[in-house]
């Protein structure tokens, strides 16, 4: 399948729904091959919102998440220009039928966010806004696997991750102000609910 980079997050379901329909199950590194190697804005989307799905309830699977979420955007930091991943990482996968569940329930917030969120101030998307995203996609996925132990409270940093990619993916400058925001928000959030618990 020839790689056309998605321009939405409709664009995103669409591919990993044609990707499920091929085999019983898809790994990432079939996504890697669907979306084309270029293409960070898509896994810096598609990553989060996998978490926010049931999917993401599975015990461990937000650290992971989180773990591939560091590895990615570090090689943004680096100005890397191809998005490479390791074979075992490339081998992780879910099965066809449960992305099949996970894309048909995020619809609705795909469809929503894709009519709000389109190129505004498309300045600040591009050079160093690119790697002060990654930096902060870095920061909130460290605080993933401590607050894995608390329900729910992943899906914080997890929203601003994907607020990043999305400004990525449609070239939003608007977006990548609100993702900083959040960004700062779900650290002071997080720290507060490790803090309490710690407490």
Request: charged share 15%; with cysteine; proline share 7%.
């Amino acid at each position: 399948m020839m790689a056309d980079e998605p321009q939405s997050i409709g664009d995103i379901l669409d591919t990993l729904e044609e990707l499920a329909g091929k085999d019983e199950r898809v790994s990432l590194g079939d996504a890697v091959q669907a979306f084309g190697n270029r293409s960070y804005g898509p896994f810096l989307v598609l990553l989060p919102l996998i978490e926010l799905s049931p999917i993401g309830g599975i015990p461990g699977v937000p650290t992971a998440i989180a773990a591939i979420i560091i590895l990615i955007a570090g090689q943004m930091v680096w100005g890397r220009k191809h998005l490479w991943l390791p074979g075992f990482v490339e081998r992780r996968g879910v099965s066809a039928g449960k992305l099949k569940k996970a894309t048909k329930k995020l619809r609705g917030l795909a469809r929503f966010m894709d009519r709000w969120f389109h190129g505004r101030l498309p300045a600040l998307t591009k050079g160093p806004f690119v790697r002060i995203a990654a930096v902060g996609c870095i920061m909130l996925a460290l605080t993933v696997p401590p607050l894995e132990l608390l329900p729910f409270a992943s899906s914080a940093p997890m929203l601003a991750i994907a607020a990043f990619g999305l400004a990525l993916l449609v070239r939003d400058g608007a977006l990548m102000i609100a993702a900083i925001v959040m960004a700062c928000a779900a650290l002071a959030i997080g720290a507060g609910l490790w803090g309490s618990r710690g407490g």
